[in-house]
């Protein structure tokens, strides 16, 4: 059954292994995904999907109508550590019903990869999101054990990824 991404945003508001979801996309394609809720705050989902030979997305955001309302404004600040990353714009889409707003990376694939040397290099390793909720700062933090296992595990075969990346390549960590 295909999901719609708009609808597996939720989150446990802690730590969890990454989730493989069947979905359709906030460009309406259909797509496959890993989704990882946020540790710190419920209702908030960070969802790496990809269709294709390609990374489609990475998506911050809630499941409909849980009440956290992100600004519209698409500032986002990324960073791995503690302090808050430079200002991006992460392109905004409204979900349809709720008018819940979802937040798109620009660059997908270099976040992914990004992501994914900083999973290897530390079980401890956390994607930290500063967004704007109501006009004031919230820190989401993604933790991002067991990245590399879930990419292999979940997306290798049905995101084509063998045609970008040699087998033995990937399965070697840095």
Same mark, same amino acid.
């Given at each position: ?9 939720? &989150?446990? &508001?802690?730590?969890?292994? #990454? ?8 460009? &309406? ?25 390609? #990374? ?9 109508g849980t009440g956290l309302a992100l600004d519209d404004g698409g ?11 430079? %200002?991006?714009? #992460? ?43 109501? &006009? ?19 997306? #290798? ?5 063998? %045609?970008?990346?040699p087998e033995s390549e990937f399965d070697r960590k840095p």
């Amino acid at each position: 059954m295909l999901c719609s991404l708009v609808a597996l945003l939720g &989150g446990t &508001g802690r730590a969890s292994a #990454w989730e493989f979801v069947s979905l359709r996309n906030a460009y &309406g394609d259909h797509s496959t995904a890993i989704v990882q809720p946020s540790s710190n705050v419920a209702g908030v989902n960070l969802v790496v999907a990809c269709d294709g030979a390609r #990374w489609r997305s990475v998506v911050i955001g809630p499941p409909p109508g849980t009440g956290l309302a992100l600004d519209d404004g698409g500032k986002v600040r990324v960073s791995f550590d503690d302090k808050p990353g430079p %200002n991006e714009r #992460w392109q905004v889409r409204r979900r349809p019903k709720t008018r819940d707003v979802l937040y798109l990376a620009p660059a997908p694939s270099a976040l992914v990869r990004e992501m994914i040397g900083r999973s290897d290099a530390s079980p401890d390793a956390t994607l930290r999101a500063w967004v704007q909720s109501k &006009g004031k700062t919230l820190t989401l933090a993604f933790p991002l054990a067991g990245l590399r296992q879930a990419v292999r595990k979940d997306l #290798w075969e049905p995101c084509k990824l063998g %045609n970008q990346i040699p087998e033995s390549e990937f399965d070697r960590k840095p």
